[in-house]
């Protein structure tokens, strides 16, 4: 009776098979990062209020007023935003794709160009390019409305810094892929569209989330050119109320907050792909 | 087995540089239906090269690959016309090609990976190929993983599938670059064991392999490359048993020595 009553004491701490100072070491482990976590949020909150206050509370204090009134109109402008770069970022990739397949092209024409696109485009600011696709442009006869412009010029200028990150990520597919399509008797064309880029942007996904989440903020650029997006809001609410500060605030305070949406999300989406893959 | 039939594959004088590395130097080769050829011999010989001039992944620098009804030489020069490009994937269409790392597209199921190259190369109907590749999925025992993505087999599963995607396309000529050398030991088997039906069968097959157990079952001719040269070809028995090139013979007694499956 004592053997056995020994036994399935033993029997109960074994059958999950471990010893009660694992449970604790997790358990102290969960705790120490929960405490981590719970400083880490009182750290941002207490230097944000700082900044706040420092910046403007010391002054006058902030317009709460005219904040509740003008953040409607102003987050208004980030749907513009946001349809900016969405679409600007699909003409960047399209460009891109096609950029690298010139930079990978063996033929000199056609591969020349698409360097001299990338060197053309790398070696000016993006805002000589949106003033040059809007007014210089027009100038000559193509007179393009102004998101049109913004948009196009965005999508140009991403095009040809994406360019290198799909040169390398269809370099990055094994070359026993072309092989094994080639074995398979498939033509050059099927080999690119159907083999080597669909693996070629899983690779550079993750590239392309993050050059999406800097399109947002460099979207910003074309309110140079009055586009409604939301730095063009902030500026056209603040200005004639003088509350320049309080519609700043609120147009950073969006775009911090769309970055962190879309960071989330490709987070997310890297995880799912980490998983599809091997 | 079927009892060979007429002459399908016919290569002559193939010769390939790499840089100024001659790994190939003249090496012929004529297989008839029904056959199945093992290339031997240690790492390094050219075997493997030889067997990738075959379908023109290697550009041979010399020489004439004859398969079926299409015929193409060597261009070392690359300046094929876009005719000859096109004679080259004419006879890759002939020839299924398995290898050492599988090479399977990792971004479509295990039926996508058979009925791709069917539906866009032979413009077969999806129906069709879906028909041919379900019968050859069958035929390596692969049926249930038929919805699966590489990345969730097994290598001896991928190389099966592999070797299902070739046999999707009814290829006149199968080849197989070391298609378990990239395989753990306990794996080796099951692909093993499918090639051998497969050359039971009356399949026309031309295997790189080091697998000299599975040459002596499954082959009808043993070829032996040493320096990209053929040293001695025989019927397996003959040549894996009694060779009579004294290079041969050191081949074969150091993978005897290693304990590698060379004995019975």
Partial sequence: ?278 | MPSLGEPVLNARGIEKYFGYNHVVRGLDLELRRHETVMLVGRSGSGKSTFLRCLNFLEEPTAGVVRIADIEVEADPLHDRSRRHQEHIRQLRMRVGMVFQDFNLFPHMTVLQNCIEAPIRVKGKSRAEAVEIAERYLNKVHLMDKRDEHPARLSGGQKQRAAIARALSMEPEVLMFDEPTSALDPELIGEVLKVMEDLAHEGATMIVVTHEMHFAREAADRVIFIDEGTLVEEGPPEQLLNSPQDPRTQRFLRRFLDSGASGAD
């Fill in chain 1, 1 to 278: 009776m004592a053997y056995g009553h020994a036994s399935s004491d033993i029997g109960q701490g074994a059958s999950d098979g471990r010893d009660p100072i694992v449970d604790q070491i997790i358990r102290s482990g969960h705790q120490r990062q929960l405490t981590f976590r719970a400083q880490f949020a009182i750290t941002w909150l207490i230097l944000i209020v700082g900044i706040v206050y420092l910046l403007a509370g010391g002054r006058r204090g902030l317009d709460g007023d005219f904040i509740v009134e003008w953040f409607p109109f102003i987050l208004g402008g980030a749907a513009t935003t946001v349809a900016i770069s969405g679409i600007a970022i699909v003409g960047a990739v399209v460009l891109a794709i096609f950029g690298a397949m010139g930079r990978l092209s063996v033929n000199p024409w056609i591969n020349g160009t698409a360097s001299l696109y990338v060197s053309l485009v790398r070696g000016t600011p993006l805002l000589v390019q949106i003033f040059f696709a809007y007014y210089a442009l027009a100038e000559v006869g193509l007179v393009l409305p102004g998101i049109v412009a913004g948009t196009a010029a965005l999508a140009f200028n991403y095009g040809a810094y994406m360019t290198e990150v799909f040169r390398a990520g269809i370099q990055a597919v094994p070359r026993g892929q072309r092989e094994a399509a080639r074995a398979l008797g498939m033509r050059e064309r099927v080999v690119f569209w159907r083999i080597v880029i669909p693996q070629a942007f899983r690779i550079v996904t993750p590239a392309i989330g993050n050059e999406f989440i800097a399109m947002l903020k460099d979207s910003s650029l074309v309110f140079v050119i009055g586009v409604g997006e939301l730095l063009w809001r902030a500026q056209a609410a603040g200005r004639p109320n003088v509350r320049i500060f309080e519609a700043l605030l609120v147009a950073a305070l969006v775009y911090w907050i769309l970055t962190i949406i879309f960071t989330l999300f490709q987070e997310r989406l890297e995880r799912r792909m980490a998983r599809a893959d091997r």
